[in-house]
């Protein structure tokens, strides 16, 4: 194992204790962001005090911040879909696509077509292209299967992408993403439970919207995540206010994602819940959603976290950075705010808080060396600041302009 000394960094991100598994966002602002150095040895961090290394690494001028967690992408997929992206932005409304057979059977008919070995030599690409931009542990869904053989296959992928990439990387069993032609929904849970019980995944999502599933069916996958041990997750209130939230905290959801549209009586029981809101700016800009109540969520300390929505449809966006710079312009957030959404916060919704997302004494040294300042993530929007990307104490990525900060000893 290398040992590695960031050495006089500008700032380093901190949180305001040890062993938080997650800070509810009206304590963002007791995140620190002070000069220092960090020091990796094993692959964890060991502490901060600078000392003799096999790697010395000028930071100055530099913030160092833990590795970003991306807690919601699609991965593995197939293909593309910009000529549906462009119909969209000449004034074609998303489910009028999707009713069309665009949107997800698209992606499903583009995945069934591609080679075992095409999704994945495509999915590692995108996943190195996460790493560059700072994202050192991600989730993959299933869900472009549209079928029980597909559904089973996609699981199986995602595993294979997950034992061939660098960062750690979960696998959620999105398995009632859409009701695939000749069924029902009520038809197709009965698959999706099947598919849960058999096939590994970490957890389980459902798209509650008026195309595809209702609250119903998201009682339902609560009970089945709840029978089998696994989180549940819920894309809920992103087209359309569906009233979701509440059914997604009774059955303990881990996380509601999108909220675009959620009615403001259920921000208080979401605040005070140990449920993210996992909000995903990059899919309300190329979806051209409404904005959620991020600022009112943050105020009455909900556990925020931002996301991707990394898939070929909606959000084709790897990059954490703009992501971060959309949460703090489009909702009025801090950098604080934006950076713990993307670290500690994410890590908690993925049952990686206490490896992951944090920089403390002990925890895998997933670290990010920034070009400048943090402040400049948001401010330079579309500039990936990240310098170098260490994961578990190993230098991975190192921008090529930056390559003369890293220096073996």
């Avoid at 190195?128 to 989730?139: I, K, S």
């Avoid at 069924?183 to 849970?189: C, G, P, Q, R, Y």
């Avoid at 002990?362 to 070009?371: F, P, T």
Wanted: hydrophobic share 45%; net charge negative.
């Amino acid at each position: 194992m290398t040992s590695v000394c960031l050495r006089g960094a500008a700032q380093v991100l901190r949180p305001p204790e040890v062993g938080l598994p997650f800070l509810r966002h009206d304590r963002a602002a007791e995140l620190t962001l002070e000069p220092g150095d960090v020091v990796l040895d094993g692959g964890r961090i060991e502490g901060f005090s600078g000392g003799a290394a096999d790697v010395q690494v000028d930071a100055s001028g530099c913030a160092v911040l833990p590795g970003f967690v991306d807690c919601h992408t699609h991965l593995p997929f197939a293909g593309w879909r910009a000529e549906e992206y462009e119909r969209k932005v000449t004034g074609v409304p998303y489910d009028e696509i999707a009713r069309a057979g665009g949107g997800i059977a698209s992606s499903a008919r583009s995945f069934a077509e591609a080679s075992d070995a095409d999704v994945l030599a495509q999915a590692e690409a995108l996943a190195r292209e996460l790493l560059a931009h700072g994202t050192t542990a991600f989730e993959g869904k299933t869900g472009y299967g549209l079928s029980r053989d597909g559904e089973a296959r996609a699981a199986r992928l995602g595993r294979e992408l997950a034992a061939r990439v660098v960062q750690p990387m979960r696998v959620t069993g999105l398995f009632a993403h859409a009701v695939p032609p000749g069924f029902t929904a009520d038809a197709w849970m009965d698959e999706a439970e099947a598919l849960a019980r058999d096939c590994d995944v970490d957890a389980l999502d459902i798209f509650v919207e008026s195309f595809a599933f209702g609250n119903e069916h998201l009682a339902r996958m609560g009970a089945i995540a709840r029978d089998t041990g696994r989180a549940l997750r819920a894309h809920v209130e992103q087209l359309a206010t569906h009233r979701s939230v509440p059914v997604a905290l009774e059955w303990g959801a881990r996380s509601v994602d999108h909220l675009s549209l959620m009615h403001l009586d259920d921000v208080a029981p979401l605040a005070a819940a140990e449920c993210a809101a996992v909000l995903l700016p990059g899919a309300e800009l190329m979806n051209a959603e409404h904005a959620p109540p991020a600022r009112t969520l943050a105020d009455a300390g909900a556990i925020g976290v931002l996301a991707t929505d990394f898939n070929p449809g909606t959000s084709p966006i790897a990059s954490m950075p703009v992501i971060a710079g959309l949460a703090v312009r489009r909702y009025g957030w801090s950098v604080r705010e934006a950076l713990l959404a993307a670290t500690l916060n994410a890590a908690w919704v993925l049952g990686w808080s206490d490896e992951l997302g944090s920089l403390e004494p002990g925890k895998r040294a997933d670290v990010l060396l920034l070009d400048g300042p943090a402040g400049h993530v948001p401010y330079r929007f579309g500039h990936n600041p990240v310098a170098a990307v260490f994961a578990a104490g190993e230098p991975v990525w190192v921008r090529p302009d930056q390559a003369w900060r890293v220096r073996q000893t």
